[in-house]
């Protein structure tokens, strides 16, 4: 094989992949659970927190993710905040993809019916307990779909990571291929690492929705 593929490419790209399973990884795990806490506010806090939320899903979904980690990792030095370049991203990760899947709960939450917070009332228990007990756990099957989508968005979201100076996998190729000049090389390989991380990302989704599948809350088996 072209030592070009063994002594450089391969290495350097192995090396990016590492760090950008290190971004998509806590970035997915966060930003669903800031999307529930989000959609849930959206949905049932009261009048001051649904504007609040609202405004933080129009931001992050408004702005684009570029601008948003520009912000993050040039824009707060400004004010004394400081974050290295893999905590920018990953911050930036987060807020926009809990944006989204703040969208894809709401819907979820609201194709509940209140007949269920209602015999939940009757039954003794706070509005905390039901929305936390019996309507996420439903709304969260319901969204599934839609959120497994946004975390394959996040596994390419992750490759504006360099701009900001962290250098994953598209970073590396480009260093790679800029010192080279032997981009067409770099580049498909790093489209093939990209295929191989939304693919096993992909089976892991499936899997995980059969594991929660309940006939009737949308969530095909199979």
């Known amino acids: 094989m072209d030592p070009f593929y063994t002594e ?13 399973v290190m ?3 806590p970035s997915a ?11 849930c506010c959206r949905v049932f806090g009261n009048r001051f927190v649904q504007l609040l939320m609202n405004f933080y899903t129009s931001l992050f979904r408004g702005v684009p993710l570029m601008v948003q980690l ?3 990792y040039y824009g707060l030095p400004k004010i004394g905040i400081y974050l290295e370049p893999e905590h920018a991203a990953i911050a930036g990760f ?9 969208e894809y709960i709401r819907g979820a939450l609201l194709s509940i019916r209140d007949g269920q917070l209602k015999a939940a009332s009757a039954l003794g228990m706070s509005k905390f307990q039901t929305v936390l007990w019996i309507v996420v756990p439903q709304a969260f099957r319901r969204a599934l779909p839609g959120c ?9 979201y992750s490759s504006l990571a360099y701009i900001i100076t962290c250098i ?3 970073g590396e190729a480009r260093g790679i291929a800029a010192h080279t000049f032997r981009f067409t090389e770099a580049f498909m390989v790093v489209g093939a690492y990209y295929l191989f991380l939304v693919t096993i990302a992909g089976l892991l989704l499936k899997k995980f929705e059969q594991r929660l599948y309940i006939p009737g809350f949308g969530v095909l088996k199979g």
Not at 8 to 20: E, Y
Not at 29 to 39: A, K, N, P, R
Not at 148 to 156: A, D, P, Q
């Open 8 to 20: 450089q490419l391969l290495p350097a790209v192995n090396r990016g992949l590492v760090m950008s």
């Open 23 to 25: 971004l998509i990884v």
């Open 29 to 39: 795990i966060m930003g669903q659970l800031l999307g529930i806490g989000v959609g």
């Open 70 to 72: 520009f912000i993050l």
């Open 94 to 102: 987060t807020l926009c993809s809990g944006a989204y899947n703040s």
């Open 148 to 156: 497994g989508n946004e975390v394959i968005y996040l596994i390419k």
């Open 168 to 170: 994953e996998l598209t």
